[in-house]
């Protein structure tokens, strides 16, 4: 039966494909692929997990004094049934060997996939089983978590011939889409570069950092479907619409002969942006505009370079640091990553953000399970770098050596006051002492904030005292103006970068940057916003930066407007209680 599921749409185009559910019900685990000649280890790995398991029930059972009541004695029994099953076993097997999953996410999707048949028995007894099923599954896992070890995804698609059963049908070559509860950031760059043609999740704003890493992955995607990962079926056929953010599951023949025509005609579209590549990023009236990337990874810096961006505006260097179970990368593989996004920039400069962790960017699963009660207000982005001064300052030794070698230009995310600048730029000084007392040689960098709190907007003449140039990071500036989780999608429709409060602090730090002649960039998701460009060149923003695959659509908006005549309609919207429809008009 075809059905609609209602989200958010963060990342534009169509994808169409089957459903691979990343998601158990209540469990949270690693999802990541293994590469083909990995399968008999993790096959072991799934199975020692097991009879680990398995020995310690039958030990329990030993040690059962006598007078313990039946019932507890027969569950233990039904337990040890169920974690010998063959069902279980052999699915977690193929799931594997068939998909090149990891041993956690064979074990979930099998678990989904067998008490689905639960919930469908007529029998109440068996039906409660299914509690039982689970309650195994989760000490499996338990003892899993501690023998995990994440390893990056095959970079080319692979797929293989699934047998389970009820899975006739031949669909190696069929696309294939990810539907899940939650994706962390790190699973999601796990995902980078791998099978999925588009994303779904039933969590998550459009400004979530899962959004942002979809968007950054130029594939479709739907986030806050709600109750996707449920309602979705392992296989089912899936469309989803990141323009209009609805996954239609099960599509008749003509809503797929539709939405492959859809397809085309974006296809269609790219290409023809794609001539813009070469062109100068200069409006009508001659103002040159600079259009930046934005980068998880130093492998970005290949997208980057296609999409004909100037430099890295933004590289976020905590996904360097995320999903590796706590263990931070020293100072010389820092240096390495750093070095090979200068080298993949080819001398154009970049912008190196000091890790921003914490809120919806955990570490790593654990990290996010201790989170407190209000993260995004916590101990997140550059306090989490001053309360662990010494982890700091290796990521700023490894920067100040990576200078060397090309135009850095570092970046301090979240800094709300200047006595917060003070400190950080004397645990910079220190990182320099450090690196001469070992007669390590380190370069000269431009140093900027991320203006990304109120307090720094507001302040922002007394910051500039302190830098070379500012960073507007819409994201947080947004959330944390209107205080409203980016992150949650119950209040995302609450969630508004034309808010006129909004504007008023953008305008206000583009103003005071220009008057004192420094540099001024935004690089939250407005940057990459067409809907947004002809304003912020209006408002004297020149330079964006953003996605790689969004350059080009903005560079198109540039090329059409004429700056001088938009400053003095952008003081209008300014000024305006509904900038919104001002903006919408004038499109
Ligand atoms: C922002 O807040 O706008 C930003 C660019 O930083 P991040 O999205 O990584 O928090
Ligand atoms: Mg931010």
């Known amino acids: 039966m075809t059905f609609a599921i209602h989200g958010l749409a963060v990342a534009p185009g169509i994808a169409i494909g089957r459903a691979v559910i990343a998601v158990s019900s209540r469990m949270e685990v690693v999802h990541y692929f293994?590469?083909?000649?990995?399968?008999?280890?993790?096959?072991?790995?799934?199975?020692?997990?097991?009879d680990t398991v398995v020995d310690e029930l039958k030990r329990m059972q030993e040690e059962m004094p006598a007078d313990?009541?039946?019932?507890?004695?027969?569950?233990?029994?039904?337990?040890?049934?169920?974690?010998?099953d063959e069902l279980l076993e052999n699915g977690v097997k193929r799931w594997i060997s068939d998909r090149l999953y990891n041993a956690e996410w064979a074990l979930t999707t099998q678990l989904e996939l067998i008490t689905r048949q639960f919930d469908e028995m007529e029998d109440e007894y068996l039906r409660e089983r299914k509690a039982d099923l689970e309650q195994v599954a989760e000490r499996i896992l338990r003892y899993m978590r501690g023998v995990a070890s994440p390893v990056a995804p095959p970079s080319s698609p692979r797929r293989a011939q699934p047998v389970l059963a009820g899975m006739s049908e031949d669909f190696a070559e069929d696309p294939l889409v990810l539907v899940a509860s939650d994706l962390s950031p790190a699973d999601m760059l796990q995902f980078k570069n791998s099978v999925f043609a588009g994303f779904v999740t039933d969590v998550g704003?459009?400004?979530s950092h899962t959004a942002i890493v979809a968007r950054s992955m130029d594939i479709p995607a739907v986030v806050g479907a709600r109750s996707a990962s449920q309602l979705v079926r392992q296989d089912d056929w899936v469309v989803i619409d990141g323009d209009a953010g609805v996954v239609i599951v099960n599509p008749s023949s003509i809503?797929?002969?539709?939405?492959?025509?859809?397809?085309?005609?974006?296809?269609?579209?790219?290409?023809?942006?794609?001539?813009?590549?070469?062109?100068?990023?200069?409006?009508?009236?001659?103002?040159?505009?600079?259009?930046?990337?934005?980068?998880?990874?130093?492998?970005?810096?290949?997208?980057?370079?296609r999409g004909g961006a100037a430099g890295v505006g933004l590289f976020r260097t905590e996904f360097l640091f995320m999903g590796r179970a706590g263990k931070m990368p020293d100072e010389d593989e820092q240096y390495a990553s750093y070095l090979e996004a200068l080298d993949g920039m080819k001398g154009a400069p970049v912008t190196i953000r000091t890790i921003d962790i914490g809120a919806d960017k955990p570490l790593d699963k654990g990290h996010r399970e201790q989170s407190v009660l209000n993260p995004a207000l916590g101990l997140r982005s550059i306090r989490w770098s001053l309360a662990d001064a010494s982890m700091f300052r290796t990521q700023l030794r490894a920067i100040l050596r990576a200078a060397r070698h090309g135009p850095v230009h570092l970046l301090f995310p979240m800094l709300s006051g200047v006595g917060e600048i003070r400190q950080t730029l004397a645990q910079l000084d220190l990182a320099r002492a450090e690196l001469d007392t070992r007669g390590v040689a380190y370069g000269t960098l431009k140093i900027g904030a991320m203006i990304e709190v109120p307090a720094a907007a507001l302040m922002v003449r007394s910051f500039l005292k302190h830098l070379d140039y500012v960073s507007i990071g819409t994201n947080d500036l947004v959330q944390y103006t209107l205080a409203i989780d980016r992150a949650d999608e119950a209040v995302a429709h609450l969630y508004d970068p034309m808010h006129p409060a909004v504007l008023r602090l953008i305008a206000d730090v583009i103003a005071a940057a220009n008057e004192a002649g420094k540099e001024v960039s935004v690089?939250?998701?407005?940057?990459?916003?067409?809907?947004?460009?002809r304003l912020l060149l209006g408002l004297g923003l020149r330079c964006f930066s953003m996605h790689p695959a969004q350059i080009l659509a903005v560079k198109q908006e540039i090329l059409r407007a004429d700056a001088a005549k938009l400053t003095e309609w952008a003081q209008t919207v300014l000024d305006s209680d509904d900038p919104q429809s001002l903006c919408a008009a004038a499109a």
């Open 34 to 50: 293994i590469e083909p000649h990995q399968i008999g280890d993790e096959i072991k790995r799934a199975r020692r997990a097991r």
């Open 523 to 533: 690089c939250g998701e407005t940057a990459g916003d067409v809907t947004m460009t």
């Open 68 to 84: 313990v009541p039946h019932e507890l004695a027969a569950l233990l029994d039904v337990h040890l049934m169920l974690l010998q």
């Open 205 to 207: 704003g459009k400004t």
């Open 255 to 305: 809503i797929l002969e539709e939405y492959g025509f859809r397809q085309r005609q974006v296809s269609l579209e790219r290409e023809r942006l794609s001539r813009l590549r070469h062109t100068p990023a200069v409006t009508l009236d001659g103002q040159s505009i600079r259009l930046l990337a934005n980068i998880e990874r130093p492998g970005d810096c290949e997208a980057a370079m």
